[in-house]
């Protein structure tokens, strides 16, 4: 599963890319989302996907248990 941020119809959307199986990666949107870009289950969208870079820092007790 991969983390991505997209922006659907000027708002941002932080969703998982989830595998298919079969090397392929889908994007699950609720319906929601879909009735607000106007799309079906099913239908193409166009994305334009960015690198999450924030980095994350680990509590130190976190850390520990491993």
Same mark, same amino acid.
């Given at each position: 599963m991969?983390?991505?941020?997209?922006?659907? *119809?000027?708002?941002? %959307?932080?969703?998982?890319l !989830?595998? !298919?199986?079969?090397? %392929?990666?889908?994007?699950? *949107?609720?319906?929601?989302?879909? !009735?607000?870009?106007?799309?079906?289950?099913?239908? %193409? *969208?166009?994305? *334009?996907?960015?690198?999450?870079?924030l980095?994350?820092?680990?509590?130190?007790?976190?850390?520990?248990?491993?």
């Open positions: 991969f983390k991505t941020e997209k922006s659907l *119809v000027s708002k941002l %959307y932080l969703l998982d !989830m595998p !298919m199986g079969n090397g %392929y990666l889908f994007l699950p *949107v609720k319906a929601e989302i879909r !009735m607000n870009i106007k799309k079906q289950a099913g239908d %193409y *969208v166009k994305l *334009v996907l960015f690198a999450d870079n980095l994350i820092e680990i509590p130190e007790e976190l850390i520990q248990c491993f």
